[in-house]
């Protein structure tokens, strides 16, 4: 079973689209869309949800206002500011709770309660290109890493269960959290970049944690043409730093065509970025054994 | 006032915005980069930077002579970061969120308080600008907790100065981002019209709103994607502060870490118009606008 | 060497051993004197926000496993099974609870003195 992720350190670099277009590509595989904060896989692949799951993540403070005595114990306990005082009536805000347990576990009327809480959906689902297993958080709600590895998960099981041996994956923004765990058992990450002084510093950032945990990554430049001497010092960088170069794609608004029309830039036909991409797919099989 | 440039999106160009709003902004003015796990505002603005000054979170330290194995603080911890392996106690630091917990409940003083580096915190100056900026650790999973150790710098150079301040937001609308607009007066969402963008844009307008705080949109790229936007903002009132052109020049002058507001006259027309919107915005919503 | 500890997916020996250690499905325990196998399962775990790799180390601890195999092993699973002196064969993917057994008696399975993930 191999696992490929597609990833940027920065958003907006085209890694979605080019996800799209590798699901197009490849044989026999599950596709999965790890941006659980802010998904947009599911616009290029419009998937028929099969299966429909709500994701309930940690816990929340709730006060119970019978038992209170208004003593303050939680308010002062609390590291996050998440108690809220009106004169002597103390409530939890929500979005700054971070479910820790030390107001329930020091109240001393044992009045706080703490239930579970819904942040979400999680969908398996059929598109053109095969199954994809994705989700959608709840606006605001905590990204924990743990939906990402949920999701990675049902797709290892569909993969397994249908003798599928690649798990395609478009991983989330940032180096944090949802990164991490989106990383956890991947073979190989592909990196995506764009050839401009935060695509280059994010690409540095983003590669140091995938050699923090031993991943085995490779470099696409997307809109490279913008600016070629940035381009050259990024490829030098991976040639520095032994990161196979996997493409130079050009910077093409036939992308957001694609986008509009809702479909993977390479099922518009003969284009020079869809050729480029097709190439780069081909190494990647190659690296990712 | 506290300004907050936020995107439901990676790369619609928030970083840009924020970038040419700070160079025309004519008030005592802070920037803040709370996108501590890429920051990138520096390589626009080019601050000369002071040293990096460490951020830490209290986390547990065990002497484990005290310990009597009583198993309460592990008990009491929602994050797996103290663990009972068969009758040894184990800390793990990078799991803890810092609640404090577990060094109340010990009843032996086993338990005290120790630090995690989060990461690193600078200040310095760009022109006239106050620049701060924090850098997340690699490897490490939580920003919240650094970005509000960031906010605190902020809120401190803030009653020293009480000038305005622009912040450049992490994407998306989880956590981080809600953190970085909480305390702010006003929220300018920057797009672009593509249908990921829309997309995520109504994602940010619906994690927002409940925040109360007025709320405005740059479309960047215009021209590049649909009309859906114009009309979904058309639908809910949401107020178009700007609109910058889809233009190669522009695409090549921001990928050579140029501050778009200086390319041309008419671009650099547009963040003037931005940045009185703005104080209308806020104005609107009765919050004190400071003028040069 | 009494009890050895296998991650799988499902109960039986001929199951295929599970290759994550933190969010395995579950473990068969194998006494090698008696050859007794018990599957314990380790569902909740796998549900967990943050740690889950810590929390079934916890639980082999308990089930009184001395070795542990599986296909990986994080680091900070590796760190809470070093605590209580439990051995780690990994890299053992792709293959039956029963074919690791016999390999690790073999002798053709080594400890590892680091986490491979």
């Given at each position: 079973?191999?696992?490929?992720?597609?990833?940027s350190?920065k958003?907006?670099?085209?890694?979605?689209?080019?996800?799209?277009?590798?699901?197009?590509?490849?044989?026999?595989?599950?596709i999965?869309?790890?941006?659980v904060?802010?998904?947009?896989?599911?616009?290029?692949?419009?998937p028929?949800h099969?299966?429909?799951?709500?994701?309930?993540?940690g816990n929340?403070?709730r006060?119970?206002?019978?038992g209170?005595t208004?003593?303050?114990?939680?308010?002062q306990?609390c590291?996050?500011?998440?108690?809220?005082?009106?004169?002597?009536?103390?409530?939890?805000?929500?979005i700054r709770?971070?479910?820790?347990?030390v107001?329930v576990?020091?109240?001393?009327?044992q009045?706080?309660?703490f239930?579970?809480?819904?942040?979400?959906?999680?969908?398996?689902?059929?598109?053109?290109?095969?199954?994809?297993?994705?989700?959608?958080?709840?606006?605001?709600?905590?990204?924990?890493?743990?939906?990402?590895?949920?999701?990675?998960?049902?797709?290892k099981?569909?993969?397994?269960?249908?003798?599928?041996?690649l798990?395609?994956?478009?991983?989330?923004?940032?180096?944090?959290?949802p990164?991490i765990s989106?990383?956890?058992?991947?073979?190989?990450?592909?990196?995506v970049?764009?050839?401009t002084?935060?695509?280059?510093?994010?690409?540095?950032?983003?590669?140091?944690l995938?050699d923090?945990?031993?991943?085995?990554?490779?470099?696409?430049?997307?809109?490279?043409d913008l600016?070629?001497?940035?381009?050259?010092?990024i490829?030098?960088?991976?040639?520095?730093?032994?990161?196979?170069?996997?493409?130079?794609?050009?910077?093409?608004?036939?992308?957001?065509?694609?986008?509009?029309?809702?479909r993977a830039?390479?099922e518009?036909?003969?284009?020079?970025?869809?050729?480029?991409?097709?190439?780069?797919w081909?190494?990647?099989?190659e690296?990712?054994? | 006032?506290?300004?907050?440039?936020a995107?439901?999106?990676?790369?619609?160009?928030?970083?840009?915005?924020?970038?040419?709003?700070?160079?025309?902004?004519?008030a005592?003015?802070?920037?803040?980069d709370l996108?501590?796990?890429?920051?990138?505002?520096?390589?626009?603005?080019?601050?000369?930077?002071?040293?990096?000054?460490?951020?830490?979170?209290?986390?547990?330290?065990?002497?484990?002579?005290?310990?009597?194995?009583?198993?309460n603080?592990?008990?009491?911890?929602q994050?797996?970061?103290i663990?009972?392996?068969?009758?040894?106690?184990t800390?793990?630091?990078?799991?803890?969120?810092?609640?404090?917990?577990?060094?109340?409940?010990c009843?032996?003083?086993?338990?005290?308080?120790?630090?995690?580096?989060?990461?690193?915190?600078?200040?310095?100056?760009?022109?006239?600008?106050d620049?701060l900026?924090?850098?997340?650790?690699?490897?490490e999973?939580?920003?919240?907790?650094?970005?509000e150790?960031?906010?605190?710098?902020?809120?401190?150079?803030?009653?020293?100065?009480?000038?305005?301040?622009?912040?450049?937001?992490?994407?998306?609308?989880s956590?981080?981002?809600i953190?970085?607009?909480?305390?702010?007066?006003v929220?300018?969402?920057v797009?672009?019209?593509?249908?990921?963008?829309?997309?995520?844009?109504?994602?940010?307008?619906?994690?927002?709103?409940?925040?109360?705080?007025?709320?405005?949109?740059?479309?960047?790229?215009?021209g590049?994607?649909?009309?859906?936007?114009?009309?979904?903002?058309?639908?809910?009132?949401?107020?178009?502060?700007?609109?910058?052109?889809f233009?190669r020049?522009?695409?090549?002058?921001?990928?050579r870490?140029?501050?778009?507001?200086?390319?041309?006259?008419?671009?650099?027309?547009?963040f003037?118009?931005l940045?009185?919107?703005?104080?209308?915005?806020?104005?609107?919503?009765?919050?004190?606008?400071?003028?040069? | 060497?009494?009890k050895?500890?296998?991650?799988?997916?499902?109960?039986?020996l001929?199951?295929?051993?599970?290759?994550?250690?933190?969010?395995?499905?579950?473990?068969?325990?194998?006494?090698?004197?008696?050859?007794?196998?018990?599957?314990?399962?380790?569902?909740?775990?796998?549900?967990?926000s943050?740690?889950?790799g810590?929390?079934t180390?916890?639980?082999?601890?308990?089930?009184?496993?001395?070795?542990?195999?599986s296909g990986?092993?994080?680091?900070?699973?590796f760190?809470?099974?070093?605590?209580a002196?439990?051995k780690?064969?990994?890299d053992?993917?792709?293959?039956?609870?029963?074919?690791?057994?016999?390999?690790?008696?073999?002798?053709?399975?080594?400890?590892?003195d680091?986490?491979?993930?």
């Amino acid at each position: 079973m191999r696992e490929i992720l597609i990833i940027s350190g920065k958003g907006g670099t085209g890694k979605t689209s080019l996800t799209a277009a590798f699901s197009h590509l490849a044989d026999n595989k599950i596709i999965c869309d790890l941006d659980v904060d802010a998904p947009d896989l599911h616009l290029l692949l419009q998937p028929c949800h099969e299966q429909e799951v709500a994701f309930y993540a940690g816990n929340e403070a709730r006060i119970n206002q019978d038992g209170c005595t208004g003593c303050g114990t939680c308010a002062q306990m609390c590291r996050y500011n998440a108690i809220r005082q009106e004169n002597d009536r103390f409530t939890v805000d929500p979005i700054r709770c971070e479910g820790c347990k030390v107001c329930v576990s020091f109240c001393p009327e044992q009045t706080i309660e703490f239930p579970e809480k819904h942040c979400g959906t999680w969908y398996v689902s059929t598109t053109r290109f095969g199954t994809m297993v994705h989700a959608q958080l709840f606006p605001g709600e905590e990204n924990s890493g743990r939906l990402v590895a949920l999701l990675k998960n049902e797709a290892k099981k569909l993969a397994r269960e249908n003798n599928i041996d690649l798990i395609l994956s478009d991983g989330a923004p940032g180096i944090g959290c949802p990164v991490i765990s989106s990383l956890s058992g991947a073979n190989f990450a592909v990196l995506v970049t764009e050839p401009t002084p935060s695509g280059r510093h994010d690409l540095e950032r983003v590669a140091s944690l995938c050699d923090h945990f031993r991943i085995r990554s490779g470099v696409i430049i997307n809109k490279a043409d913008l600016n070629p001497d940035e381009a050259a010092m990024i490829e030098q960088y991976c040639r520095e730093r032994n990161y196979p170069l996997l493409a130079r794609l050009p910077h093409d608004p036939v992308i957001t065509e694609a986008m509009v029309q809702e479909r993977a830039v390479t099922e518009l036909g003969e284009t020079e970025i869809g050729r480029e991409i097709r190439q780069a797919w081909t190494r990647i099989e190659e690296l990712a054994g | 006032m506290i300004i907050t440039v936020a995107s439901g999106k990676g790369g619609t160009g928030k970083t840009t915005v924020t970038a040419s709003l700070a160079t025309v902004w004519d008030a005592p003015l802070q920037v803040v980069d709370l996108d501590v796990e890429e920051p990138n505002l520096h390589l626009f603005l080019w601050p000369e930077l002071g040293s990096p000054a460490k951020a830490w979170m209290e986390v547990p330290e065990l002497d484990a002579e005290k310990c009597t194995g009583c198993g309460n603080c592990v008990e009491l911890c929602q994050f797996k970061a103290i663990s009972m392996m068969l009758s040894t106690l184990t800390l793990y630091p990078d799991m803890c969120h810092g609640c404090g917990g577990c060094i109340a409940v010990c009843r032996e003083n086993a338990l005290q308080a120790g630090r995690r580096e989060l990461g690193e915190i600078r200040q310095g100056r760009a022109g006239k600008i106050d620049f701060l900026m924090g850098t997340l650790r690699i490897g490490e999973a939580m920003s919240p907790p650094f970005m509000e150790q960031v906010k605190k710098q902020m809120q401190q150079t803030l009653l020293e100065t009480n000038q305005d301040v622009i912040i450049d937001a992490p994407p998306g609308v989880s956590c981080p981002a809600i953190c970085s607009v909480i305390d702010s007066d006003v929220i300018v969402l920057v797009t672009d019209a593509t249908p990921f963008g829309f997309h995520d844009f109504k994602l940010a307008w619906e994690s927002f709103s409940p925040l109360g705080k007025p709320m405005g949109v740059v479309i960047n790229r215009a021209g590049l994607g649909t009309r859906d936007i114009y009309d979904f903002c058309k639908k809910k009132n949401i107020p178009i502060l700007a609109e910058i052109p889809f233009d190669r020049s522009i695409a090549e002058a921001y990928s050579r870490g140029r501050v778009i507001a200086g390319v041309s006259d008419e671009l650099g027309t547009v963040f003037v118009s931005l940045r009185e919107k703005i104080r209308d915005l806020a104005a609107d919503s009765g919050k004190e606008v400071s003028h040069a | 060497m009494k009890k050895i500890a296998v991650t799988s997916e499902d109960p039986t020996l001929d199951d295929q051993v599970d290759p994550r250690f933190g969010r395995a499905g579950g473990f068969l325990v194998m006494d090698l004197e008696t050859m007794e196998a018990r599957y314990i399962d380790n569902g909740a775990s796998q549900t967990m926000s943050q740690g889950a790799g810590i929390q079934t180390a916890e639980n082999v601890a308990k089930a009184g496993a001395e070795v542990v195999l599986s296909g990986y092993v994080g680091p900070k699973a590796f760190q809470a099974l070093a605590t209580a002196g439990i051995k780690v064969g990994q890299d053992c993917d792709n293959m039956t609870v029963r074919e690791a057994i016999e390999k690790f008696q073999k002798g053709e399975i080594p400890f590892a003195d680091k986490p491979n993930r």
